[in-house]
Structure formats: structure tokens, C-alpha cells
């Protein structure tokens, strides 16, 4: 059974940093590509960051990049989103995914979702 597990979401104030990490289960975690996703209550669902399954590439939207970080262990079988400078724009339930291909990104799985708050 694929799982995926998000954890490391919270309250920080704006300026702070955040890691969060997604632990997978059930498939050959090297193989796939991983991907973040947020969603704030009352809004769209969207791209924050994607990475290879080896990765070696990553892809950021426009509104984290330069301040957020994605990577993944394959050896743990966990990636990581490294969140720094944040802002309350940034508060949203935070989800990641994994798929075959890297881009366009493939999301054939989900976690749950952690929400993290960024208060002002």
C-alpha cells in the first residue's frame, strides 16, 4: 500500500523557517518523482516545488522560489521542503506527491496533508 506522510507543519512567525519532510512507503521511492502542493481555505490548489526521482532537478513556483528548497533521500525514503523567509501567504495545508514523471509532473499519490501558519 503507497503511503505518503507529511510532518514538520506548525506556527512560525513570518521571517522563520520550516522544514517539512514526507515519509513514503510501499514503492520504490528512487524511481518516482515527488512534488509539493499547498492549499490555503477558500483558495485554488498550488505548485510549490517538484524534484526528480534521482533528484538532481528541481522545479519551483514562482511565488516560493528563492525561498523555498526541495530534496529527498532516497536512501531514507523521504524528501524534504525546506521553507526559509516565509510569509503569511504562505499558511496553507501543505501536501506532497509522487508519480512517474517528473515534467509535467506526475501526482499518482498523496499524503494527508500538514498545515503550517504563518502568523504576522
Known amino acids: 500500500q503507497v503511503q505518503l506522510v507529511e510532518s514538520g507543519g506548525g506556527l512560525v512567525q513570518a521571517g522563520g523557517s520550516l522544514r517539512l519532510a514526507c515519509a513514503a512507503s510501499?514503492?520504490?521511492?528512487?524511481?518516482?518523482?515527488m512534488g509539493w502542493f499547498r492549499q490555503a481555505p477558500g483558495k485554488e490548489r498550488e505548485f510549490v516545488a517538484a524534484?526528480?526521482?534521482?533528484?538532481?532537478?528541481?522545479y519551483y513556483g514562482d511565488s516560493v522560489k528563492g525561498r523555498f528548497t526541495i530534496s529527498k533521500d532516497n536512501a531514507k525514503n523521504t524528501g524534504y521542503l525546506q521553507m526559509n523567509r516565509l510569509k503569511p501567504e504562505d499558511t496553507a495545508v501543505y501536501y506532497c506527491?509522487?508519480?512517474?514523471?517528473?515534467?509535467?509532473?506526475?501526482?499518482?499519490?498523496w499524503g494527508q496533508g500538514t498545515q503550517v501558519t504563518v502568523s504576522s
Open positions: 524534484i526528480s526521482s534521482n533528484g538532481d532537478n528541481t
Open positions: 506527491t509522487a508519480g512517474r514523471r517528473f515534467l509535467p509532473l506526475e501526482s499518482d499519490y
Open positions: 510501499g514503492y520504490t521511492f528512487s524511481n518516482y518523482a
